[in-house]
């Protein structure tokens, strides 16, 4: 129908990824089948289908749907945002400013090294760690 096009073309995604599907998503939403609601459940089992399936519980409000991912830090994020989003706020507005500062002693590429270096050691929590990898992107 004309509001589930509507839907699918509406705002953007939160990360640009390499075969994302959002111009397809008008196509994808149509070719739901009529009584899929009945079930009541929608599964993003694939990468990349995170946006398909949150326009898709756009469309249909009632649905339940899940999202997985095999990259750990892409769905901590999208925990993170769901559950911390102040907290996130706050952590990526400082890597900012460290990133941007102008008197820094290590400059723009020591504090990325520095920070990919504590990314991937592990060290840092998981509204840390979200905010790093949101700034690598």
Same mark, same amino acid.
């Given at each position: 129908t004309e509001k589930k096009k509507n839907i699918a073309l509406q705002g953007k995604p939160c990360f640009p990824w390499v075969g994302g599907k959002r111009r397809l998503l008008p196509v994808l939403i149509e070719s739901l089948p009529? *009584?899929? %609601?009945?079930? !009541? &459940?929608?599964? !993003?089992?694939f990468r990349g289908r995170r946006r398909t399936v949150l326009l898709t519980k756009q469309a249909h409000p !009632? /649905?339940?749907?899940? /999202? $997985? *991912? =095999? $990259? %750990? =830090?892409?769905? &901590?994020v999208y925990r993170v945002i769901q $559950?911390?989003? %102040?907290e996130l706020i706050k952590k990526l507005e400082g890597i900012q400013r460290e990133y941007h500062d102008p008197n820094g002693a290590r400059g723009q590429k020591g504090v990325l090294m520095e920070k990919r270096a504590f990314f991937n050691e592990g060290g840092p929590d998981d509204v840390t760690r979200a905010a790093l990898f949101i700034f690598f992107i």
């Open positions: 009529a *009584d899929f %609601e009945k079930d !009541g &459940n929608v599964c !993003g089992t !009632g /649905i339940r749907c899940v /999202i $997985n *991912d =095999s $990259n %750990e =830090s892409l769905v &901590n $559950n911390s989003p %102040e």
